[in-house]
């Protein structure tokens, strides 16, 4: 089934509180998130359901803290390719993706091609991914590095409007 394009004018109120919701605390029971939404529970699975298979959601996951799992340096790093032609950008693409330590790798627009985010141990697994991973690839033309001192705000939360809004 092919995944629906929704946007926030094809939400109702309640698929919006139910998001807003989940996303706080994907781990709710349907009971509580009913209460939440003034729905009952079998109008809120089913919401639930449609939502997932519409796209909408795309999964629910535990957040795990970094640093009580050895991965306390956090680095993002702009990178600047020789080419960016169909192939070359393709062939990035795919030698980032099964690199763990990669959390995010963003194409982008302005004075590089790409933005990624790495969490590591420490400065020496850093340099073994940015010498034996990054800067090994053919297509690479530079590299800059930023280090994070302090993580002022991270959040995986979406803004979600409280209703639709209509266009005139």
């Known amino acids: 089934m092919p995944i629906q394009q929704h946007t926030v004018e094809n ?3 309640a698929d919006l509180a139910l998001l807003d919701a ?19 529970p079998t109008p809120v699975t089913l919401r ?3 939502l997932e298979q519409d796209g ?5 996951h535990a957040r795990l803290n970094p640093k009580a799992l050895g991965q306390a340096l956090m680095v993002f790093v702009t990178v600047s390719l020789k080419a960016t032609d169909e192939a070359t950008l393709k062939a990035f693409n795919a030698a980032v993706k099964p690199v763990k330590p990669i ?3 963003h194409m982008v627009g302005g004075g590089f091609d790409y933005l990624l985010k790495i969490r590591v141990r420490d400065m020496s697994e850093y340099r073994d991914i940015l010498g ?3 800067g090994a690839l053919p297509m690479v033309e530079s590299t800059h590095s930023y ?17 639709r809004e209509r266009r005139a």
Do not use: H, W
């Open 11 to 13: 939400l109702d109120p």
């Open 22 to 40: 989940l996303q706080t605390d994907g781990r709710l029971p349907v009971v509580e998130l009913a209460k939440r939404i003034n729905l009952s």
């Open 48 to 50: 639930m359901r449609r």
């Open 56 to 60: 909408v959601i795309s999964g629910y």
């Open 103 to 105: 959390l995010e790798c």
């Open 132 to 134: 034996g991973v990054i």
């Open 147 to 163: 280090f994070v001192m302090e993580e002022v705000k991270e959040s995986p939360l979406l803004p979600v409007p409280k209703t």
